[in-house]
């Protein structure tokens, strides 16, 4: 095997047998180098931050549900969202195993699900802080501005703090959707780095 360094990345040819016949190719490999701790803080953040959104919006479908009310269309889709980041991170670690990670491949998946992050935080953002009815305002008028807030062991105290709980949950959502968004934003730069220190 003959290997060849070229700056902070690796080009080596990899003999392999080819059919049945005994005949040997030679399949060329590129290797690029990445900054494996930003690689792997960057997974565990998206990873943390799908994980939240998918359990906050399923848990709020299960509560219109209960309350037979609609279920509005971006918490099933923040949900698919934040799936198909999941598996586009299980996706990389298998291209990281097999040492076949390309720069193109995290720059499209990253724009891709930047995009569609992108749309769920406006949408979170809307609906958290919109000019009519906003849930920062209905929290903040019946929630956190009870007064007095309901103290003691019965069921008026029970649904205000559901109702405080539901409110912490939006303004968590909305969080982790702005850290997912610009994290997004971060791995593409970061590709794109590795792409161009490989042709320097």
Not at 157 to 177: D, G, M, P
Request: charged share 10%; hydrophobic share 55%; with cysteine.
């Amino acid at each position: 095997m003959a290997s060849t360094v070229t700056s902070d990345s690796l080009v080596y040819d990899r003999s392999r047998g080819i059919g049945g016949d005994g005949g040997v190719g030679v399949e060329r490999v590129h290797k690029y180098h990445w900054p494996a701790i930003q690689l792997n803080v960057w997974m565990l953040i998206m990873l943390i931050a799908a994980c939240t959104i998918i359990g906050v919006f399923a848990t709020f479908i299960d509560v219109q549900n209960i309350l037979l009310l609609p279920v509005p269309w971006y918490f099933p889709y923040f949900i698919t969202v934040s799936s198909l980041t999941i598996l586009f991170i299980a996706f990389l670690l298998a291209l990281i195993f097999q040492r076949r990670l390309l720069p193109s491949i995290v720059m499209i998946g990253g724009f891709i699900l930047f995009v569609l992050w992108l749309v769920g935080l406006i949408v979170i953002s809307v609906q958290l802080w919109g000019p009519n009815g906003s849930v920062n305002s209905n929290c903040n008028l019946f929630v956190f501005g009870a007064d007095p807030q309901p103290t003691g062991q019965n069921l008026v105290t029970l649904a205000w703090l559901e109702q405080r709980s539901i409110c912490q949950s939006w303004y968590a959502v909305f969080s982790f959707a702005l850290v997912g968004t610009v994290f997004l934003v971060w791995i593409m730069v970061i590709a794109y780095q590795v792409f161009a220190d490989d042709r320097r």
